[in-house]
């Protein structure tokens, strides 16, 4: 039987920038609101879970061509650097710094280390999940 | 006045709630009990949203737009299953 998901890859298409866009938000909203790294790289994964619902694996990966465990290694990287870098300035593991610039678009904002810290946990969270579900849930 | 009006509708959607219940445990078919927890997992997102306004906070309103994703996602994937037998496909062909 021939089937033809046109109106689940049509959707898929729309809502899949939807679900991005929000996971965006949710991990820059980590500070200050409800949210973080961990929530916003299991929304990542799964807007890509939704696209290989509607694809198939070898559309997702000729279209998002990332190594998932290389970006575990790269998440635990930027976590292992921050808290290392702390030692450059004469401050305990871990310490954290933050300071106000003024930048081009965005005017007077408040940058913080614990964004970079928080970048490696949205890697490694996103790596493991697609590492599992592409390693168990694709049947040969 | 708001309050009760407010407790009144979370009655209602935890009745609706139940009754839908019902249909997940001795639903005849398998599409129906898929449908019937779809379903519930709006009457959950709009439960949210009433105990968020009950609460008086704006906290919940990520968690509403994150109970709609999920139960899309949760739902196309049961049905691709009834339909397919496999969720994830290797190559699709046809």
């Given at each position: 039987?021939?089937t033809?998901?046109?109106?689940?890859?049509?959707?898929t298409?729309?809502?899949?920038?939807?679900?991005?866009?929000f996971a965006?938000?949710?991990?820059?909203?980590?500070?200050?609101?409800?949210?973080g790294?961990?929530?916003?790289?299991?929304?990542t994964?799964?807007?890509?879970?939704?696209?290989l619902l509607?694809?198939?694996?070898?559309t997702?990966?000729?279209?998002?061509?990332?190594?998932?465990?290389?970006?575990?290694?790269?998440?635990l990287?930027?976590?292992?650097?921050?808290?290392?870098?702390?030692?450059?300035?004469?401050?305990p593991?871990?310490?954290?710094?933050?300071?106000?610039?003024t930048?081009?678009?965005?005017g007077?904002?408040?940058?913080?280390?614990?964004?970079?810290?928080?970048?490696?946990?949205?890697l490694?969270?996103?790596?493991?999940?697609?590492?599992?579900?592409?390693?168990?849930?694709?049947?040969? | 006045m708001?309050?009760?009006?407010?407790?009144i509708a979370?009655?209602?959607?935890?009745?609706?709630?139940?009754i839908?219940?019902?249909?997940?445990?001795?639903?005849p078919?398998?599409?129906?009990?898929?449908?019937a927890?779809?379903?519930?997992?709006?009457?959950l997102?709009?439960?949210?949203?009433?105990?968020?306004?009950i609460?008086?906070?704006?906290?919940?309103?990520?968690?509403?737009?994150?109970?709609g994703?999920?139960?899309?996602?949760?739902?196309?994937?049961?049905?691709?299953f009834?339909e397919?037998?496999?969720?994830?496909?290797?190559?699709?062909?046809?």
């Amino acid at each position: 039987m021939k089937t033809n998901d046109l109106i689940l890859q049509t959707a898929t298409k729309t809502v899949v920038f939807i679900i991005l866009l929000f996971a965006l938000h949710i991990f820059f909203a980590g500070h200050y609101y409800p949210g973080g790294g961990f929530v916003g790289g299991l929304l990542t994964s799964g807007a890509i879970v939704l696209l290989l619902l509607a694809f198939d694996v070898k559309t997702v990966k000729k279209s998002l061509p990332i190594n998932y465990r290389l970006m575990i290694a790269v998440g635990l990287l930027f976590a292992i650097g921050t808290a290392v870098g702390s030692f450059l300035f004469n401050v305990p593991l871990l310490t954290h710094a933050f300071g106000y610039f003024t930048l081009p678009l965005l005017g007077k904002t408040s940058l913080h280390t614990a964004v970079l810290f928080d970048i490696g946990v949205y890697l490694c969270v996103v790596g493991a999940t697609m590492t599992i579900i592409e390693t168990i849930g694709v049947s040969e | 006045m708001l309050d009760i009006i407010f407790k009144i509708a979370l009655v209602g959607f935890s009745l609706s709630s139940l009754i839908l219940l019902i249909r997940v445990i001795k639903g005849p078919s398998v599409p129906d009990r898929v449908v019937a927890l779809d379903a519930m997992g709006i009457n959950l997102a709009a439960i949210t949203a009433l105990v968020s306004m009950i609460l008086n906070t704006s906290a919940y309103l990520d968690v509403i737009l994150l109970f709609g994703i999920l139960s899309f996602i949760g739902t196309i994937a049961f049905s691709k299953f009834l339909e397919k037998g496999e969720i994830i496909e290797n190559e699709r062909r046809n």
